[in-house]
C-alpha cells in the first residue's frame, strides 16, 4: 500500500513567516510522529500522537511550533515565526499502534532566509 | 534518559569489502533497537530491529546486528559491500512498555564505498 507521505518536500520562506508542513500517514496507522533532522545530525524528536490521547509535546523546542492531528488521519506541523534555526529536514512518521515499527515519509526540507 | 551514540561519523570502504557500523546506547531496561538507512533525497528505511529473543537479528539487504546487552552495543554488520550501500545509517533506541514511542537516534554514520 502507499507509505507515508509528506508536503511540500521543499519550503523556502522568509524569516519571521509562519509555515505549515503536512503529514499523510499510511492508512490505518494509530500512531504518527514528528522529528526535526538538522543538516548532518541525528533526528529529534518533536511530538507524538496516539490515537484519540493527548499528543506528547515533550520534543517541540519553542511555543512557535505546534502540530495538529485530526483522528487517526492527516497532521499538520505548523511553525509561527520562522527562524533561521528553524531550517532543517522535517520528518514525518507512522505505525499500526505504539510499540510497532515507524514507517517514515520522505521529509519536507525547510529553509528559512 | 535514552541515548545513542554511533562512534563514526564518516566511514569509507572498498566494494567488495566487509562492513560494521559501530552503536552504542545507553538505557536502564532491555531497549528496542533499530537501524534505520537514509540515501540521498529518500525517506529512513528500516534495515532491522530487535525486540527481544535471539540477539543476532537479520535484516534487509543482507544487513545483519548483534544485541550484547554486557556491551550495550548494537553493531551492524554486512560480510560484503554494494556501492548501493552508501548512504547514512541511523541507530535508535526505543523504550521499552512505550513501545517504540519517541526514538532517539544517533547522529548518524555517512557510508562511502569505493570502487
Known amino acids: 500500500g502507499a507509505g507515508v507521505s509528506q508536503s511540500p518536500s521543499n519550503k523556502v520562506t522568509e524569516k519571521g513567516k509562519d509555515v505549515e508542513l503536512r503529514c499523510d500517514p499510511i492508512s490505518g496507522h494509530t500512531a504518527l510522529y514528528w522529528y526535526r533532522q538538522r543538516l548532518g545530525q541525528g533526528l529529534e524528536f518533536l511530538i507524538y500522537f496516539q490515537g484519540n490521547s493527548a499528543p506528547d509535546k515533550s520534543g517541540l523546542p519553542s511555543d512557535r511550533f505546534s502540530a495538529e492531528r485530526t483522528g487517526e488521519s492527516v497532521s499538520t506541523l505548523t511553525i509561527q515565526r520562522t527562524q533561521q534555526e528553524d531550517s532543517a529536514v522535517y520528518l514525518c512518521?507512522?505505525?499500526?499502534?505504539?510499540?510497532?515499527?515507524?514507517?517514515f515519509g520522505p521529509g519536507t526540507r525547510l529553509t528559512v532566509l | 534518559a535514552q541515548s545513542v551514540t554511533q562512534p563514526d561519523i564518516h566511514i569509507t570502504v572498498s566494494e567488495g569489502a566487509s562492513l560494521e557500523l559501530r552503536c552504542n546506547y545507553s538505557y536502564g531496561a532491555t531497549p528496542y533497537l533499530f537501524w534505520y538507512v537514509q540515501s540521498p533525497g529518500q525517506g529512513l528505511q528500516l534495515l532491522l530491529k530487535?525486540?527481544?529473543?535471539?540477539?543476532l537479528v537479520q535484516g534487509i539487504k543482507g544487513f545483519e546486528a548483534e544485541f550484547k546487552r554486557s556491551q550495550s552495543s548494537f553493531n551492524l554488520r554486512k560480510p560484503s559491500v554494494h556501492w548501493s550501500d552508501a548512504a547514512e545509517y541511523f541507530c535508535a533506541v526505543g523504550a521499552q512498555g512505550q513501545g517504540a514511542q519517541k526514538l532517539v537516534f544517533g547522529q548518524g554514520t555517512r557510508l562511502t564505498i569505493n570502487p
Open positions: 512518521a507512522s505505525t499500526r499502534t505504539a510499540g510497532d515499527t515507524q514507517y
Open positions: 530487535y525486540f527481544s529473543g535471539d540477539t
